[in-house]
């Protein structure tokens, strides 16, 4: 009987599993299946197989504008992301204070909170601040919201640390700032790369902080938006969605990973968001 209870237990979990997953991922794979149709009304049996729409993505001024600010935009807030968490995740993992787990969850806020109301509260603070709206200001927004997903990546990472070395470090003369150089950051390198790529990954796709802060100058998932506008526009905006797809899987393949290497280095085996 315990064996029939566990096996369709098990069923159940596997078919919810299945289900989950491709309601999920259903839509998404439609995506780059249109990308290739000849007709540029997304709709079955497919007229035909042409790769003009993707051919056509670097011919459009305004599109290559968008991923140049994007990957600005993307590569500033990752870095700035990752150093503020490597501050914040040490500080966290390695010290016992008052209000530390209150700080902790401040920080983790934004994984919560309604990202309308992150946005619409971050430009009020911006124009009273007197800041004209730019990639600037979406870099600020984009830290915000990044800065979550670097802690809970570095901290799986400075989690079970080995004290040891850095003590051993110091017994052999070396001053707090070339053991956290040589001894520290070397063992959490994979990490510190893992959140580069998540923090760059988050900015990349984040739609809502960048609508309302951004000035002239369009980010990619703005320049998605303003192009949807036109039904012409939509077959080339389905092969720059693939594109970024397949760049956003990538990326957080690479940076999951890095993220279980570093896991393995430190014996933690928390997830990546966990």
Not at 183 to 200: D, G, R, W
Request: with cysteine; hydrophobic share 55%; proline share 5%.
């Amino acid at each position: 009987m315990t064996a029939v209870r566990r096996f369709l237990s098990r069923g159940w979990l596997s078919a919810y599993a299945f289900l989950y997953v491709t309601f999920l991922y259903l839509p998404v794979i439609f995506l780059p299946i249109f990308s290739i149709n000849t007709a540029a009304t997304p709709k079955f049996p497919l007229s035909g197989f042409t790769l003009h729409w993707y051919e056509d993505l670097p011919r459009t001024p305004a599109l290559l504008d968008a991923a140049w600010n994007s990957l600005v935009v993307g590569v500033s807030a990752a870095v700035l992301s990752t150093v503020l968490g490597i501050l914040a995740a040490r500080s966290i993992t390695r010290y016992r204070y008052p209000g530390r787990r209150t700080i902790n969850g401040l920080i983790m806020a934004p994984l919560v909170l309604p990202e309308v109301i992150v946005a619409i509260s971050m430009l009020l603070v911006m124009l009273q601040l007197g800041l004209s709206l730019s990639l600037f200001t979406v870099v600020l927004g984009h830290v915000l919201v990044c800065i979550p997903y670097s802690m809970t990546v570095l901290t799986s990472g400075f989690e079970g640390f080995d004290r040891s070395l850095e003590e051993a470090s110091a017994d052999l003369g070396e001053s707090a700032f070339g053991t956290f150089r040589r001894v520290t950051l070397p063992m959490v390198a994979p990490a510190i790369i893992s959140s580069l790529l998540v923090c760059f990954t988050i900015s990349l796709d984040e739609f809502i902080i960048a609508f309302f802060l951004t000035g002239t100058e369009a980010t990619l998932p703005i320049y998605i938006w303003g192009q949807l506008r036109f039904a012409a526009k939509l077959p080339g905006v389905l092969a720059l969605g693939t594109l970024l797809l397949v760049a956003s899987f990538l990326l957080m393949t690479v940076a999951e990973l890095l993220r279980r290497r570093a896991a393995r280095r430190t014996q933690n085996e928390g997830g990546l968001y966990a």
